[in-house]
């Protein structure tokens, strides 16, 4: 008797220990259900799907084990709204699943016994136009339970559109060399596909779009540095083309917004990109009293790292750290990291039961503390709770003041030029700055070697200046030397041909197109002059050539060049606006000319005065080969003339063209031409438009700037370079300078 009263007190010992707990775990391991649900398309941290985008309509499983595929459950059954039942014989193996996948997939190329390594390089089905959108996902299997949550990602990146200004309306959209086919599932790192074709995709819009639209394209992944947009835009009754272009690497899972905006003078176009999230977690909310929390005796941490007394919180210094985190959990769990941008990972140690390699990154110079967690997951219960461990990770302890701005990534890509200083730094503990890349420059304070100050700088006529991206690097050391943060800095290297008038860098030609446009310019490379005197060029070239680079005309509120025509009785320029009140002089010194470049104002135009007191700013050029005087400077300035007798437009005669040689005759001064078509003041009359006044544009106020008022050589009145005053509708030429740049290298 006392032998089995003894089992029976073990036998209700053992089974008076069960909770509630092991109810549901006995109930969910004797299941055979994957709950499945698909990731939402997510911009800017916010669910922004479109209707039917996350609908699962069919799926397929795939399970493989030792490498090769031993069952096929196609067209699974739902039990509900995202359950589904597999029998999945020993719990092992892995599950691929693959959703709405039916017009993607050649099913004969999924045969039962093909090695897992093959099925992973299927490819989809070419597209027509906008790729088809299907899901994918895996599951690895372990043998202790038979149920199980997936996540379905979307096998395909989608490019949407932002139109940010109110005035603008699009009227078509093409986006070239897009791959017709992709892979099925996520190759690392991103692959384009095998033997796949190219088109060129074009969405028109009737009427046009005039809001921003979701959906417009979807893309496979893709490595590709072909893939870019053009847009044609309807702005104030005019079309324009808009370019961008779309980064190289491809993912799915992302989304792609073309963002265009403006200002009301000039429209322009920008490519944004978000991450799809994970979807969302399904709860079945059981009620779990017990909290997760970080064992201190057996988890390891770094120095600096600190576990909060509620063993609940982490603080981690900004610097990169490892810690090994040990659970104290009812069961099994698994730690998530549900915001990737914060630079946390989280691997399990295998063979081990709550215990994780917790890995942050550096916290980049110029980000505040950041706040973030780990969130729990119970292996058994398939869900994630409330339970998290919260993370804080320090401030960088180097100050940033500036333009210059790191993502978590350490990378500042400016996808533009610019230069001049970048950012200051205030560094500490004798931590030094070094730069990697010539255009880049760091200058130390001297009395206070702890400041140090960024430059970005400029090469004159660089050859390698035609809209590459430039990179450069930024190290931060410590005092011994040793490198312990790195960054990467990108801009776009562009530039025009310059020529230096004693110490002031102006533009070769006049503007022409779009004034902020470098691609519509003479660039370096394109140069025709590059090799030999631009005087003598614009000399001996025919008409054609002399076209070719003259420029166009500009007024105050429209940054488009307005093209010379001639209606049978006299010429003048498409667009003209009569009605313009916009002063070119009084905008923004930059506003008429591309990044890095300004209009001349007074200190520009004041080496060209006169040293005469009453006539500094009225100069007789003459019409001979040379001519000179001395500068307000006392400099000597030398110049040279040339006519064209009679130049041809279009088979109709414009009549003599002029262009003028100035060079001042210092040692670091080159010669400067002066040409450009005349001038058009009013639409309507015979002196409507004067074709040898050239009106230079000059940030000056009031209208007032520097014409050049000529007549021919016959009418012998000479070519006088003067200022005056002009209304706004008066076109102008823009000859930009260089805007000033502390750092010039070669």
């Given at each position: ?317 900004y610097a990169a750290s490892r810690m090994t ?59 994630s709770y409330e339970d998290k461990i919260n ?210 104002g007074e200190a520009e135009f004041s080496q ?139």
């Amino acid at each position: 008797m006392n032998k089995y009263f003894l089992l029976g007190l073990i036998f209700m010992l053992v089974f008076s220990r069960c909770t509630e707990h092991d109810d549901i775990r006995q109930t969910i391991n004797n299941s055979s259900s994957f709950r499945i649900q698909a990731a939402h398309f997510s911009v800017s941290g916010a669910n922004a799907s479109l209707p039917e985008e996350d609908q699962i309509r069919e799926l397929d499983a795939y399970l493989f084990d030792e490498g090769k595929l031993i069952k096929k459950y196609e067209d699974l059954a739902r039990q509900d709204e995202n359950l589904y039942s597999i029998e999945v014989p020993d719990n092992k193996g892995t599950l691929y699943f693959l959703g709405n996948s039916d017009a993607i997939t050649d099913p004969s190329d999924i045969l039962s016994g093909m090695a897992e390594e093959d099925f992973l390089q299927l490819t989809t089905l070419p597209s027509a136009s906008s790729a088809s959108h299907f899901l994918s996902g895996k599951l690895d299997l372990n043998g202790t339970s038979t149920s199980r949550q997936v996540s379905l990602r979307h096998g395909v990146a989608r490019l949407d559109l932002s139109l940010q200004d109110a005035e603008t309306t699009v009227k078509s959209i093409t986006v070239k060399q897009v791959a017709k086919t992709g892979y099925l599932f996520g190759q690392d790192p991103v692959k384009t596909a095998p033997h796949t074709e190219f088109e060129d995709v074009n969405l028109s819009f009737e009427p046009q779009l005039s809001a921003s639209q979701s959906g417009l394209l979807y893309l496979h992944e893709q490595q590709n540095d072909q893939l870019a947009v053009s847009i044609v835009i309807t702005h104030g009754g005019k079309e324009s083309l808009l370019k961008a272009q779309l980064p190289a690497t491809i993912k799915r899972n992302a989304v792609y917004t073309i963002r265009i905006y403006g200002n009301n003078a000039v429209i322009e176009a920008e490519i944004k990109i978000d991450e799809w999230n994970d979807g969302e977690d399904q709860e079945l909310s059981p009620d779990l009293s017990s909290r997760v929390l970080v064992n201190p005796e057996r988890s390891v941490f770094p120095e600096g790292v600190v576990l909060a007394g509620s063993q609940d919180a982490i603080q981690v210094p900004y610097a990169a750290s490892r810690m090994t985190l040990v659970l104290d959990a009812p069961s099994a769990v698994d730690l998530l990291v549900k915001d990737p941008s914060m630079g946390l990972s989280v691997e399990a140690v295998p063979d081990t039961i709550n215990k994780f390699i917790v890995t942050t990154s550096l916290n980049p110079i110029g980000h505040a503390e950041k706040q973030t967690a780990l969130w729990v997951r119970y292996k058994m219960l398939e869900q994630s709770y409330e339970d998290k461990i919260n993370i804080t990770l320090q401030p960088n302890d180097i100050q940033m003041e500036g333009s210059l701005s790191f993502d978590t990534q350490r990378i500042c890509d400016y996808a533009k030029y610019l230069d001049g200083e970048l950012a200051q730094f205030t560094l500490t503990g004798g931590k030094q700055i070094q730069t990697e890349g010539a255009w880049l420059k760091a200058e130390v304070n001297e009395q206070h070697p702890e400041q140090v100050r960024l430059l970005a700088g400029w090469k004159p006529n660089d050859p390698e200046a035609d809209g590459r991206v430039q990179e450069g690097k930024l190290k931060i050391l410590s005092a011994d030397g040793d490198v312990l943060e790195e960054y990467t800095i990108r801009r776009r290297n562009y530039g025009l041909p310059v020529v230096n008038v004693d110490g002031t860098w102006w533009c070769k030609y006049n503007m022409r197109g779009n004034v902020k446009n470098f691609d519509d310019q003479i660039s370096i490379q394109e140069d025709p002059a590059k090799d030999v005197s631009l005087f003598d060029y614009l000399s001996t070239c025919t008409d054609e050539e002399w076209l070719a680079v003259w420029g166009d005309v500009y007024q105050g509120n429209n940054p488009n060049g307005l093209p010379l025509r001639h209606n049978g009785t006299s010429f003048y320029y498409e667009g003209f606006d009569p009605d313009n009140t916009v002063q070119i002089g009084d905008l923004p010194v930059t506003e008429m000319a591309p990044d890095g470049y300004q209009l001349p104002g007074e200190a520009e135009f004041s080496q060209f005065k006169m040293d005469h007191a009453t006539s500094s700013t009225n100069i007789n050029f003459g019409h001979g080969a040379t001519n000179g005087y001395w500068t307000q400077a006392r400099k000597r300035l030398n110049i040279k003339n040339h006519e064209r007798t009679n130049l041809m437009f279009g088979g109709v005669s414009y009549g003599p063209v002029h262009h003028h040689s100035i060079k001042i005759e210092t040692a670091n001064s080159t010669e400067l031409i002066l040409f450009g078509p005349g001038a058009q003041n009013n639409n309507q009359g015979s002196n409507m438009f004067s074709p040898l006044s050239i009106i230079f544009a000059g940030h000056f106020e009031g209208g007032f700037t520097w014409t050049m008022e000529g007549y021919s050589t016959a009418s012998g009145k000479g070519n006088w370079f003067k200022t005056n005053t002009f209304y706004p509708r008066y076109t102008r030429v823009i000859r930009c300078i260089k805007s000033p740049v502390e750092y010039i290298y070669n």
